[in-house]
């Protein structure tokens, strides 16, 4: 069973601070991605990757940084968060690209920034 | 316009029922994926398409790449299928995986 894992579950953060959430995947994935979710919205890709050392800009990047030190890791960095950016953080992985291919999803990060 | 456009964003249906879900995409797609998104939030996949039609129990997907879009169907609505349901499609060409603003169905008894 694939695994993802976010941390933290929940975040409250202050306008200007920084904040990182971490996605943490087991299954060698190639593939990642980071959404948010927000009522009205759906998912919205942020930013995404396609293997260690890369990330990709997504539908919504402004305001987002995105790391892939390694295979198993993706973070999503706000540097500065704003109200905003108050929403429900999804982190997935997964092999697009095979006849496997699905994605797999974290339980999702409630950040609120005040 | 939205790459994904999903409908009805609301459904509430009786014990029993049978219905559809759909989803519109603006520009051919590789494939396509339904989730459902149950009372803690988490994300289950359903379906993965690349074409065609799956069944899985009481539901049923189809995939058509060529007239763009998808459907979800769901026969005989339990009291445990309530939740948001969300396709999610995978542009030709990219790594890209879109999703729609998702169908939040309530069954009641």
């Known amino acids: 069973e694939a695994a993802v894992t976010q941390s933290p579950r929940n975040k409250v953060a202050v306008t200007g601070g920084k904040v990182t959430l971490s996605c943490n995947q087991t299954?060698?994935?190639?593939?990642m991605y980071w959404y948010r979710q927000d009522t009205g919205h759906g998912l919205r890709l942020i930013h995404y990757s396609y293997g260690a050392g890369s990330t990709e800009k997504g539908d919504i990047p402004d305001g987002y940084k995105a790391s892939r030190p390694s295979q198993e890791n993706f973070s999503l960095i706000l540097e500065l968060a704003t109200p905003s950016q108050t929403s429900v953080y999804f982190c997935?992985?997964?092999?697009?690209?095979?006849?496997?291919?699905?994605?797999?999803f974290g339980s999702g990060t409630r950040l609120t920034v005040l | 316009g939205m790459p994904v456009e999903q409908n009805p964003p609301a459904l509430s249906l009786y014990e029993g029922a049978d219905s559809g879900l759909r989803c519109n995409f603006s520009t051919t797609m590789k494939s396509v994926q339904w989730f459902q998104q149950n009372h803690r939030g988490r994300l289950i996949t359903l379906f993965y398409l690349a074409q065609g039609t799956k069944e899985n129990g009481r539901l049923k997907s189809t995939f058509n790449s060529k007239e763009r879009y998808s459907t979800l169907h769901i026969k005989d609505a339990q009291l445990e299928d309530s939740g948001t349901y969300f396709c999610?499609?995978?542009?030709?060409?990219?790594?890209?995986?879109?999703f729609g603003s998702g169908t939040r169905l309530l069954v009641s008894p």
């Open positions: 999610a499609a995978e542009a030709i060409g990219g790594y890209k995986v879109v």
């Open positions: 299954n060698n994935h190639n593939n």
């Open positions: 997935a992985s997964g092999v697009l690209g095979t006849s496997a291919e699905t994605l797999y």
